[in-house]
């Protein structure tokens, strides 16, 4: 009898703390769900670097044009990446036929 009672109890506890913490928790959005005015709205508020900038672009294999976002950080970030691995590119190449 105890120990029914002791499940029971831990059962409606574990289910009352489910319950308490979907509540409070804090909703949280893609930038993709954002609508223009909303994001203008964000952009005023941070710094340049976690501004957000959307675009629609076209995902490999695809002529489906899907809104992507990101950051102006994230921009910049890629951007070095593809001019790093196009240098890298560049010379591996200019070694082969120098070689």
Excluded: H, P, W
């Amino acid at each position: 009898m105890i120990k029914k009672i002791t499940i029971t109890s831990f059962a409606f506890f574990l289910l009352a703390s489910c319950s308490i913490n979907e509540n409070t928790a804090k909703k949280t959005y893609k930038a993709e769900d954002l609508s223009e005015e909303q994001i203008k709205n964000y952009n005023a508020k941070v710094e340049e670097k976690r501004q957000i900038v959307c675009r629609n672009e076209k995902s490999l294999g695809s002529n489906i044009l899907e809104r992507k976002c990101y950051t102006l950080g994230e921009l910049e970030e890629r951007e070095e990446n593809d001019k790093d691995m196009l240098r890298n590119d560049q010379s591996k190449r200019a070694g082969r036929n120098n070689g």
